[in-house]
Nanobody, 119 residues
Framework: QVQLVESGGGLVQAGGSLRLSCAAS????????MAWFRQAPGKERESVAT????????TYDDSVKGRFTISRDNAKNTLYLQMNSLKPEDTGVYYC????????????WGQGTQVTVSS
């Protein structure tokens, strides 16, 4: 498992932008597939975006395509989520998660960072 720490959450008005960061403590960051999950009030946790170890392959939930961009800087052991054109429905706690590339379960999780989008 990897220690993960998110940062960058906050309060923003609809239409605004926010950039989340996730710092990982591991010597083999490039071997981990990373993801951002979020949990809205009263809702189940859902996957927002994923990125392969080398950053070449990404996936997005349909609700954020064209608005969010997941990226990583392996030299800095950091994962990012650039969120643009934010909507009130994007509100929730955002979590960084990691899994070793050969595994099928995300078993490392950050503490979460709150994102609130006002209307």
């Amino acid at each position: 498992q990897v220690q993960l720490v998110e940062s960058g959450g906050g309060l923003v008005q609809a239409g605004g932008s926010l950039r989340l960061s996730c710092a990982a403590s591991t010597r083999t960051f490039g071997g981990y597939t990373m993801a951002w999950f979020r949990q809205a009030p009263g809702k189940e946790r859902e996957s927002v975006a994923t990125i392969s170890g080398g950053g070449r392959t990404t996936t997005y939930d349909d609700s954020v395509k064209g608005r969010f961009t997941i990226s990583r800087d392996n030299a800095k052991n950091t994962l990012y989520l650039q969120m643009n054109s934010l909507k009130p429905e994007d509100t929730g706690v955002y979590y960084c998660a990691a899994r070793w590339f050969s595994r099928d379960v995300y078993d490392s999780w950050g503490q979460g960072t709150q994102v609130t989008v006002s209307s």
